[in-house]
């Protein structure tokens, strides 16, 4: 395929999967802002986001991990986005907080040190009565902590990072990595138009709480607890043709409102009925809700979107494409330049 066709084959694929990224600046901004300086970026960006409270033991943390033991994690971003974006330096704009976002796009610079998007998606309902209530889940995948430090503290990408502050209301970010999910899943299951994925965000009891006295006196943790429960249930799920699609274990959050998580994970419905055969079964299967409930300290039950196979395949390719042809050296954590992957 010549450099034109594949251009333009891009630049459609592009369009379906990422709709905001596509419309031209005039159509979404009422004027061009002039870029901010370095200085007032790199505040906004690393060390006092406007969207959570960054948590500087991890980063910290991630700065000064050894070489030998620094490897690949997922980042998660739960994102609710402004009414109006709101620039911190004061700048006028009509535009929407999540227009301000899609400017803020970085995938030259994850293409840059072979980080991918592994997921993102709209969310259409959030269970319980939790709040915020979130528009969006992200995850990406980075090689490494110092190829994420590198990105975030490269000025370029600081000059990018002040519309997602201007789009952002309020953040989670989350450095986790990824763990095994002993249920297997359905197989050969078709989606329907309305497929959707169940998002959970967990923080975990360091002791469980039954109401039982008999279970209580067990002594589980939360997590045994949980254990307990995706047991209980995993023929409910194979039945009804839901899939795992990730399980993550959270190392911390880098930027969000002082609490802590204990693990994220997705799980795919073929349609909604499926997911609210699933729902209403649970409550007949015998301790299954106990153990549940006896488990979580606390929780972000979201139902999110499907993210499409080609959705996914055009985010690869704008990635792998901008890393390919803006690849350039990097900053490490300790001050040295290296090319990227």
């Known amino acids: 395929m010549n450099n034109s066709v594949y251009r333009a084959t891009f630049s459609v694929l592009l369009m379906l999967s990422c709709p905001l990224l596509a419309q031209e600046p005039g159509k979404i901004a009422d004027s061009d802002p002039k870029q901010p300086t370095a200085s007032q970026t790199q505040q906004i960006a690393i060390n006092s986001p406007s969207y959570g409270e960054r948590n500087d033991e991890l980063w910290k943390q991630m700065q000064s991990t050894p070489p030998d033991q620094d490897r690949e994690f997922l980042m998660v971003n739960l994102m609710k986005f402004r009414k109006k974006a709101k620039y911190a330096d004061g700048r006028k704009t009509d535009l929407s907080g999540e227009?301000?976002?899609?400017?803020?796009?970085?995938?030259?610079?994850?293409?840059?040190?072979?980080?991918?998007?592994?997921?993102v998606s709209r969310v259409n309902g959030q269970l319980g009565n939790s709040k915020p209530i979130w528009d969006e889940v992200g995850i990406v995948r980075y090689p490494s902590r110092a190829k994420f430090i590198g990105m975030v503290t490269n000025p370029e990408f600081e000059r990018k990072a002040i519309h997602k502050d201007a789009g952002l209301e309020v953040s989670q970010v989350l450095v986790t990595e990824r763990v095994p999910w002993k249920f297997q899943g359905a197989k050969r299951v078709s989606d329907e138009s309305d497929s959707l994925n169940l998002a959970e965000l967990i923080k975990y009891r360091e002791i469980a709480e039954y109401d039982d006295l008999f279970e209580q006196k067990r002594a589980r943790t939360g997590k045994q607890a949980m254990d307990l429960f995706d047991t209980a249930t995993e023929s409910l799920l194979r039945k009804v043709g839901a899939k795992p699609v990730l399980k993550t274990k959270v190392i911390g959050?880098?930027?969000?409102?002082?609490?802590?998580?204990?693990?994220?994970?997705?799980?795919?419905?073929?349609?909604l009925a499926a997911y609210t055969s699933y729902s209403s079964g649970i409550g007949k299967l015998k301790g299954a809700i106990n153990h549940r409930n006896a488990a979580i300290e606390d929780v972000y039950a979201l139902k999110v979107e499907t993210m499409s196979f080609a959705k996914k395949l055009a985010l690869s390719i704008a990635t792998t494409a901008s890393g390919q042809n803006q690849r350039q050296p990097v900053s490490t954590p300790d001050g040295q330049k290296q090319e990227g992957p």
Do not use: C, V
């Open 99 to 119: 227009q301000a976002n899609a400017r803020y796009a970085p995938i030259k610079f994850l293409g840059q040190i072979g980080a991918q998007i592994e997921f």
């Open 253 to 271: 959050t880098l930027i969000g409102d002082g609490r802590t998580w204990s693990e994220f994970r997705l799980l795919h419905f073929p349609s």
